[in-house]
């Protein structure tokens, strides 16, 4: 997932200045204006979305609200995409993470 990683962060330092990269729950991770929109794991993504990318990234199969706890205390806005995606598809929910998160901050 490496390499969907320096695409993701790739992509989204061209399309918002305000994008770093970091660590999160272990993972290599990005961020917009210092707050997280996305963090990448060995097993697949995990964005911070709304709305229809919410309802859109939870259709897929194998795709689940983010636990990180592991107690059954999912994280309700934070979704887990699987591995074996499309690099297209993994760039289209991080950049609407990171649309959603930087809507957030400027609030």
Same mark, same amino acid.
């Given at each position: 997932?490496?390499?969907?990683?320096?695409?993701?962060?790739?992509?989204?330092?061209?399309?918002?200045?305000?994008?770093?990269?970091?660590?999160?729950?272990?993972?290599?991770?990005?961020?917009?204006?210092?707050?997280?929109?996305?963090?990448?794991?060995?097993?697949? !993504?995990?964005?911070? &979305?709304?709305?229809?990318?919410?309802?859109?990234?939870?259709?897929?199969?194998?795709?689940h609200l983010f636990d990180p706890s592991g107690k059954g205390r999912p994280m309700r806005e934070w979704v887990h !995409?699987?591995?074996?995606?499309? !690099?297209?598809?993994?760039?289209?929910?991080?950049?609407?993470?990171?649309?959603?998160?930087?809507? &957030?901050?400027?609030?």
């Amino acid at each position: 997932m490496d390499e969907v990683f320096d695409s993701l962060a790739g992509l989204a330092q061209v399309t918002d200045p305000g994008v770093t990269t970091g660590k999160m729950f272990g993972s290599r991770a990005l961020k917009v204006l210092g707050k997280l929109f996305c963090v990448v794991h060995s097993d697949g !993504i995990v964005c911070k &979305l709304d709305g229809d990318d919410h309802a859109e990234a939870l259709a897929i199969e194998g795709a689940h609200l983010f636990d990180p706890s592991g107690k059954g205390r999912p994280m309700r806005e934070w979704v887990h !995409i699987p591995a074996g995606r499309e !690099i297209d598809e993994y760039e289209s929910f991080a950049l609407a993470a990171c649309e959603y998160v930087r809507s &957030l901050v400027a609030d």
